[in-house]
């Protein structure tokens, strides 16, 4: 019943992949950032992703900036939709948070810049996508382009993921988005990006001051996430580079 719920209000926002897997596939994650820190008792994740058509990351004038306005409408639709979906699990009796797509944010340990779960991995165990060599969810249709919302909640929903694609990850010999990046921020091998390092070359964020970011950072980090989430909230960060998403051709010619 719950399910058919969930599944018409995807339908109605016109969500095209989502799905559904058990907590525990994200327990491994660093303390802190597991979805039991975030919701104890926690049983199952909800992910869902609206793309970016790709035809905007390759406009010859003004892609900078209509990628970021395309991204600010998606968080917009993607947040509503995961608290929209919370509030209908907690109506039915069971606890729920959402995971917003891009802020508010936190930081690690190591003094890096982090969401409160790993949205990129959450898209991975629930199926809908694949990480790529450039750290980002791959989808057959979507390439790289997908933006992600999700949910965590104590109720026990069954495994599923739609649409029922098996990604068969990136071509062995393709190195694109390693040799296009400006930073030299993505370990291919471990299908990870230096974060601090790509943010340092691509985040525009005229009302942080960096100066006192790094201050902040090195003697109260809960201060310094919250000072850049209230300072670089959506449209208040604009990003010169996408490059990785732009010419990654995952599923570009199928
Ligand atoms: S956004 Fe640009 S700087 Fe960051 S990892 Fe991608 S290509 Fe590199
Ligand atoms: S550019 Fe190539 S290697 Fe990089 S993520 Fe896309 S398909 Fe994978």
Redesign the pocket.
């Known amino acids: 019943m719950i399910i058919e719920e969930i599944r018409k209000i995807a339908e109605d926002a016109h969500v095209p992949v989502w799905g559904i897997s058990p907590a525990s596939e994200m327990a491994n994650e660093l303390p802190g950032h597991r979805p039991e820190d975030l919701l104890p008792g926690v049983q199952s994740l909800i992910c869902f992703g609206m793309p970016v058509p790709r035809a905007v990351y390759r406009m010859p004038t003004y892609a900078v900036e209509t990628i970021w306005r395309s991204q600010n409408l998606h968080y917009r639709r993607l947040d509503t939709l995961s608290i929209r979906i919370a509030t209908l699990l907690e109506e039915s009796g069971a606890h729920a948070v959402p995971t917003y797509g891009c802020m508010p944010l936190g930081m690690n340990k190591k003094g890096v810049i982090v969401g409160y779960l790993n949205q990129i991995r959450m898209g991975e165990v629930t199926g809908i996508g694949i990480i790529g060599k450039?750290?980002l969810l791959l989808h057959s249709q979507y390439g790289a382009r997908l933006m992600l919302g999700g949910l965590l909640t104590t109720a026990v929903l069954p495994e599923m993921h739609y649409p029922d694609i098996k990604e068969p990850g990136c071509p062995p010999n393709c190195r694109i988005?390693v040799e296009?990046?400006?930073?030299h921020?993505?370990l291919p091998d471990k299908k990870q990006?230096k974060i601090m390092?790509?943010?340092g070359?691509?985040a525009r964020t005229p009302a942080m001051s960096r100066i006192k970011f790094l201050v902040l950072r090195a003697f109260n980090p809960q201060a310094a996430a919250r000072y850049m989430s209230l300072t670089s909230f959506d449209e208040h960060t604009f990003?010169v580079?996408?490059?990785?998403?732009a010419l990654c051709p995952y599923g570009e010619h199928k």
Request: charged share 5%.
């Open positions: 450039n750290g988005c296009v990046c400006p930073a921020a993505i990006v390092r790509c943010l070359y691509t990003h580079c996408s490059q990785c998403v």
